[in-house]
């Protein structure tokens, strides 16, 4: 990565919440990660923030049931850019009881559509399986509750998993979404632009 390309230069882990009530507050922009369980989400973030384990990706999926933040600033031009990354339990494999999962469910509803500082929404998906009948609830959910001053951004995972006739079909059924491979370290600059953009006005050649 050059360096006129943004980056981010500070990442931390600030705190764990189990619903809106004891989340951080609302100081800054949020850009909340959200995707299935064992959909690289852990990995993703670690990928933006070139830190390895800033997020600790759980050995069972669906284990995360936390709200986590992080304190991020970007550095682009010698301007820096402060926001939150918040980091949603994965959906779609917890093995927890009924009650629990209501409540849990219950907490996340309320944080998505209450919390006002929220700006961008990313959805992650696998790339292998672009069309999970769960992620669509996911996306139709989303794009019934976000505000006007809010945006959802769909990136597709595990990109390196598919050949190049599999990637093109993608690109043409999801024109305006960014693909990312963890494993090649590939696509995170066009997701920095796109938050640095759409939260901060910041504009790109």
């Known amino acids: 990565m050059n360096n006129s390309e943004p980056r981010v230069v500070k990442a931390e882990f600030l705190k764990s919440a189990q619903s809106i009530k004891d989340s951080v507050v609302e100081?800054?922009?949020?850009?909340?990660?959200?995707?299935?369980?064992?959909?690289?989400k852990s990995s993703t973030i670690n990928l933006l923030t070139n830190r390895k384990n800033l997020a600790k990706s759980?050995?069972?999926?669906?284990?995360?049931?936390?709200?986590?933040?992080?304190?991020?600033?970007?550095?682009?031009?010698?301007?820096?850019?402060?926001?939150?990354?918040?980091?949603l339990p994965g959906?779609?494999?917890?093995?927890?009881?009924?009650?629990?999962?209501?409540?849990?469910?219950?907490?996340?509803q309320e944080y998505i559509e209450k919390r006002v500082a929220i700006r961008l929404f990313i959805h992650l998906r696998d790339a292998r399986h672009p069309n999970t009948a769960i992620d669509n609830r996911v996306e139709e959910f989303l794009k019934n509750s976000i505000r006007a001053d809010q945006k959802l951004l769909t990136i597709f995972t595990k990109i390196d998993k598919l050949n190049q006739k599999e990637r093109s079909k993608l690109k043409r059924e999801y024109p305006n979404s960014i693909a990312?491979?963890?494993l090649k370290k590939s696509?995170?600059?066009?997701?920095?632009?796109?938050?640095?953009?759409?939260?901060?006005g910041v504009e790109f050649d």
């Open 180 to 182: 990312i491979s963890n």
């Open 91 to 108: 959906f779609g494999y917890a093995k927890v009881s009924k009650s629990t999962k209501e409540i849990w469910q219950k907490n996340l």
């Open 58 to 87: 759980s050995a069972t999926p669906g284990k995360t049931q936390l709200i986590n933040f992080f304190d991020i600033e970007y550095l682009y031009e010698q301007n820096r850019y402060p926001l939150y990354f918040v980091d």
């Open 27 to 40: 100081s800054r922009s949020e850009v909340v990660f959200m995707g299935r369980s064992n959909v690289g």
């Open 187 to 200: 696509g995170q600059v066009r997701v920095h632009k796109e938050i640095l953009n759409y939260i901060f």
